[in-house]
DNA sequence: TGTGTATAGATGCATTTACATCTATACACA
DNA sequence: TGTGTATAGATGTAAATGCATCTATACACA
């Protein structure tokens, strides 16, 4: 029923290790004047759908977001030409989305960021390298 | 310079199982009509710091608040009776935060829905039970 | 065909958040 | 003591978020 020392410790090291990883990479992205974290996920989703795209509904389970969120997020990326729509053929409700060469563009610029900063805040973390020690790891990246 | 594999799975299962646990736990909360986690997370601070309680800026840097968002948290906590603030006299800045008794009883009327909810949730993540598949747990914790 | 229910996506509104800035005190040091 | 800089915390403002609700289409089924 309640959970375990160690559970607990795993789920507030999950949590702020998390939680500082993604400030630090957020912040770095928007000092360098790049789109933010959100903006990502969503470029490279699409990227790796390629030429059939997504529906939002797919990306909104994929990633996690609130739908309505996800709404005004695409508003904004279709504004600035990242991304575009089309409706979609066999569902007059549902649209799809595709990635632009700009979107590409865009984020392929912010890997050259977001990539290094993963390997920097992850680094040590990675399974082959400590494969026992994941969540003490976890617990020290947030020291 | 560029993250392996490895360490963009990691960082992505972080992000994602991070995210979903975080949504259903404060979806509960919410609907049992209880505060979210950053309230939880703040009370059960000042509850450990018992008598001599904390600085806001100590639990800023403890809980990664940001400082304008904690400020208005304790704001609101404080109107609601559960955290109550001090001068503090060697700072004629500062001030500190206890908790009340009766945010010590809204504290544990939450554990009792937030503690089976992590136990639930991190479960077979335990380092005790899985000491070698953290990650690979992380990863299928997102599916 | 008609009716009820489910799903895709948009939008109004209140709350929360991030960011910049402001005030006040502390502290270093001439 | 006076001056410059750092730190604690509050607040104005714009943007993002969550929630409820709305519209439109789809789908099941009588």
Same mark, same amino acid.
């Given at each position: ?13 999950? +949590? =702020? *290790? ?5 400030? &630090?990479?957020?912040? $770095?992205? %928007?000092?360098?004047?790049?789109? !933010? ?31 309505? +969120? =996800? *709404? ?5 990326? &279709?504004?600035?030409? $990242?991304? %575009?729509?089309?409706?979609?053929? !066999? ?53």
């Amino acid at each position: 029923m309640y959970p375990t020392e160690e559970e607990t410790k795993l789920w507030v090291a999950l +949590n =702020l *290790s998390q939680t500082k990883i993604y400030r &630090i990479i957020d912040t $770095v992205l %928007k000092s360098e004047g790049l789109p !933010n974290l959100r903006w990502y996920d969503v470029l490279w989703e699409l990227e790796r759908a390629q030429e059939s795209g997504l529906r939002p509904f797919e990306l909104e389970r994929i990633l996690i977001f609130e739908q309505s +969120n =996800l *709404s005004r997020q695409l508003r904004r990326m &279709i504004g600035e030409g $990242v991304v %575009k729509e089309f409706a979609f053929e !066999n569902d007059g409700r549902g649209k799809v989305l595709k990635i632009t060469e700009d979107g590409q563009r865009v984020r392929k610029q912010m890997w050259k960021v977001y990539g290094p900063l993963i390997h920097q805040q992850i680094g040590d973390l990675s399974p082959q390298h400590n494969p026992e020690t994941i969540a003490s790891a976890l617990i020290s990246l947030i020291k």
